[in-house]
T-cell receptor, first 114, second 113 residues
Framework: NAGVMQNPRHLVRRRGQEARLRCSPMKGHSHVYWYRQLPEEGLKFMVYLQKENIIDESGMPKERFSAEFPKEGPSILRIQQVVRGDSAAYFC????????????FGDGTRLSIL | AQSVTQLDSHVSVSEGTPVLLRCNYSSSYSPSLFWYVQHPNKGLQLLLKYTSAATLVKGINGFEAEFKKSETSFHLTKPSAHMSDAAEYFCVVNQNTGNQFYFGTGTSLTVIP
């Protein structure tokens, strides 16, 4: 399967712990996007990255959240000192180009905070 | 500024009857428009896209959508609903010079046997 791969599928953390979410884009895709989906809501853009560069992080909370897409390996969304409100589904998408190209989505990571 | 409004949060149809999921958009620039479907606990799958070519766009699984600039609409239709169509549907807009996709809040489609 050459689709977007996210892991883990489910992640449980206690308040104050760190959460690391991983995303491997489709083969040949150099653009990665992270979205957050709260219950009963649509997806909200968080951050857009290319290899080794953050292009747009306007949707990312200013504190505790960070993202990277290193030269080698998957993209990582990191949430430090998690709180209950971080509970959500986090989706990664990838595309070949920046603009008006369909984004291909992974199955998401469902983060639950105890 | 861009935004997407999905006019119905829930739509219920009988199997074999037509489906209409409504979407209106606002965009300062010539937009690209997409419909995605999300089955429970899964990611989003692209149904179809409009990128300034033909205004009537045909997608997978018998779905199609028509871009109407005068009405700023991009409604999704299917002539005959199937049980497997039950899912959440998202209308998405992207301006052709931007990297952000703006999602509607979704329409939950129920298909009654």
């Amino acid at each position: 399967n050459a689709g977007v791969m996210q892991n883990p599928r489910h992640l449980v953390r206690r308040r104050g712990q760190e959460a690391r979410l991983r995303c491997s884009p489709m083969k040949g895709h150099s653009h990665v996007y992270w979205y957050r989906q709260l219950p009963e809501e649509g997806l909200k853009f968080m951050v857009y990255l290319q290899k080794e560069n953050i292009i747009d992080e306007s949707g990312m909370p200013k504190e505790r959240f960070s993202a990277e897409f290193p030269k080698e390996g998957p993209s990582i969304l990191r949430i430090q000192q998690v709180v209950r409100g971080d509970s959500a589904a986090y989706f990664c998408a990838s595309s070949t180009r920046q603009d008006n190209q369909p984004q291909h989505f992974g199955d998401g990571t469902r983060l639950s905070i105890l | 500024a861009q935004s997407v409004t999905q006019l119905d949060s829930h739509v219920s149809v009988s199997e074999g009857t037509p489906v209409l999921l409504r979407c209106n958009y606002s965009s300062s620039y010539s937009p690209s428009l997409f419909w995605y479907v999300q089955h429970p606990n899964k990611g989003l799958q692209l149904l179809l896209k409009y990128t300034s070519a033909a205004t009537l766009v045909k997608g997978i699984n018998g779905f199609e959508a028509e871009f109407k600039k005068s009405e700023t609409s991009f409604h999704l239709t299917k002539p005959s609903a199937h049980m497997s169509d039950a899912a959440e549907y998202f209308c998405v807009v992207n301006q052709n010079t931007g990297n952000q996709f703006y999602f509607g809040t979704g329409t939950s489609l129920t298909v009654i046997p």
